[in-house]
């Protein structure tokens, strides 16, 4: 059976170059994910509508980014754009160079997105890198902008500093997917987080402690099918016309 996810998220790396006092994650760790981890995942998934890495900083681990690309071209995994955040205290080539070959291979290069953070708590970045970065024919302001405290999760520091105001909601079931039986295929519309562990979970917005109460399965240790099958709620919409 193809599989076919709308909003696929990859927490690529657990590593940061800040310490940010309303970071949801909690404090970094030196990790990246593994590369099998991709690899299991554009094996399985024949199309990606919208991908995002994430992490920690996701600049930090630009080689995962680039594997991506190489696995999502070798496995035929059809990829529509990305999406992506950076802090930008630094420039880094590697990543600048990275997510201009990803763009390359999208379908749809209008939706791609790279949008750096600028609000009151991720201080001064650096001037070449927005420079740089902004030249992007996929640059975007989206997030270059105050955070309202009332937007805050109480999720890892924001929560050990008393600054969240509202609790994450992560289901444990999928409820928005349909199976396409023309192309014998599961459509997943619902968000998947990867994490870098390779585990799998139904939401972005959990610390790096309290996504371990959530796990649906681990791509390492069993097939993604077999963890979206598993996971479906009876309520979804079983069949396409």
Not at 49 to 71: D, K, Q
Not at 109 to 116: A, K, R, V
């Amino acid at each position: 059976m193809r599989i076919e996810l709308s909003n696929l998220i990859l927490e690529i790396t657990r590593k940061c170059n800040m310490s940010c006092a309303h970071c949801l994650r909690g404090p970094a760790q030196q990790m990246n994910m593994d590369i099998e981890i991709i690899n299991r995942v554009t094996r399985e998934v024949d199309y990606i509508y919208e991908v995002t890495f994430t992490g920690g900083e996701p600049s930090l681990n630009a080689a995962a980014i680039e594997h991506f690309r190489w696995a999502v071209h070798f496995n035929r995994c059809s990829l529509d754009h990305f999406w992506l955040t950076v802090n930008a205290r630094f420039f880094k080539q590697d990543f600048y160079e990275a997510i201009q070959e990803l763009y390359c291979i999208c379908d749809d290069q209008d939706y791609c997105s790279l949008t750096i953070s600028r609000d009151q708590y991720h201080g001064k970045m650096s001037p070449k890198a927005y420079e740089i970065y902004s030249e992007l024919p996929f640059f975007s302001n989206q997030r270059m902008k105050r955070i309202e405290d009332y937007a805050l999760l109480s999720e890892g520091n924001a929560k050990k500093n008393q600054m969240g105001y509202k609790e994450a909601y992560i289901a444990d079931k999928i409820s928005d997917y349909y199976f396409d039986e023309s192309e014998d295929a599961l459509c997943v519309k619902e968000m998947i987080y990867v994490n870098a562990k390779g585990d799998v979970l139904l939401g972005c917005d959990l610390s790096y402690i309290s996504q371990k109460r959530h796990i649906l399965g681990n791509v390492l240790e069993e097939p993604l099918h077999d963890i979206l099958m598993r996971s479906l709620s009876k309520i979804g919409q079983q069949a396409s016309a």
